[in-house]
Nanobody, 121 residues
Framework: QVQLVESGGGSAQADGSLRLSCQAF???????MAWFRQTPGKEREGVAV???????TYADFVKGRFTISQNNAKSVLYLQMNSLKPEDTAMYYC????????????????WGQGTQVTVSS
């Protein structure tokens, strides 16, 4: 059973930076891993995805500001978030999927419990 555990969330000022990590515990066979975010009352939205070849895709609202990456063993997923904006405030989730690899929640079968990011102006 794969377990995904996020860390690195917290508070930041606008234009600041944070780096999120997602540790995968247990054997994992997947095609892609991704970051999603969600605020109360809104649907979960895709932020960035990376496949096993290292190809990444970003949502338009984070292009040029966020970078998704993995360690060499592909057991840790990162999200480097720069030039943060108050609208980036959300619970951030990592996810692993075996098909699709789009920025759509239903492409992913394993989810972490989330880490909160709060950006103040």
């Amino acid at each position: 059973q794969v377990q995904l555990v996020e860390s690195g969330g917290g508070s930041a000022q606008a234009d600041g930076s944070l780096r999120l990590s997602c540790q995968a515990f247990g054997y994992i066979s997947y095609m892609c891993m991704a970051w999603f975010r969600q605020t109360p009352g809104k649907e979960r939205e895709g932020v960035a995805v990376i496949d096993t070849k290292g190809t990444s895709t970003y949502a338009d609202f984070v292009k040029g500001r966020f970078t998704i990456s993995q360690n060499n063993a592909k057991s840790v997923l990162y999200l480097q978030m720069n030039s943060l904006k108050p609208e980036d405030t959300a619970m951030y989730y990592c996810a692993a999927g075996v098909f699709g690899c789009r920025l759509l929640p239903h492409d992913y079968s394993r989810w972490g419990q989330g880490t909160q990011v709060t950006v103040s102006s």
